[in-house]
Nanobody, 119 residues
Framework: QVQLVESGGGLVQPGGSLRLSCVAS????????MNWYRQAPGKQRELVAS???????DYADALKGRFTISRDNAKSTVYLQMNSLKPEDTAVYYC?????????????WGRGTQVTVSS
């Protein structure tokens, strides 16, 4: 059974930092691209950051320079370091593992962790 479990969310003041973690089980972690998405109330889920199985990273344009994604294959864990947080970063943050196959694609999701940026 595949599980992705996020942690590290919480309440933080504007300008603060948080580090999210997502531990994966039930998959061969180093074969998957890993992604962080977020969904704010009343908005669509959006891609925040990606890290490929080859460690190539990509970010939403508006978040470049503030967020950093990384992975530790030995721990089957992906991280999202978030700095200089703003109230508009408030959302539920989801971890996603994705892999393309010849005949399709596999995607797995965590349940999310709430990040609230407020004074």
């Amino acid at each position: 059974q595949v599980q992705l479990v996020e942690s590290g969310g919480g309440l933080v003041q504007p300008g603060g930092s948080l580090r999210l973690s997502c531990v994966a089980s039930g998959i061969i972690f180093n074969l998957y691209d890993m992604n962080w998405y977020r969904q704010a109330p009343g908005k669509q889920r959006e891609l925040v950051a990606s890290i490929s199985r080859g460690d190539r990273t990509d970010y939403a344009d508006a978040l470049k320079g503030r967020f950093t994604i990384s992975r530790d294959n030995a721990k089957s864990t992906v991280y999202l370091q978030m700095n200089s947080l703003k109230p508009e970063d408030t959302a539920v943050y989801y971890c996603n593992a994705g892999r393309a196959y010849n005949k399709g694609r596999a995607d797995y999701w965590g349940r999310g962790t709430q990040v609230t940026v407020s004074s």
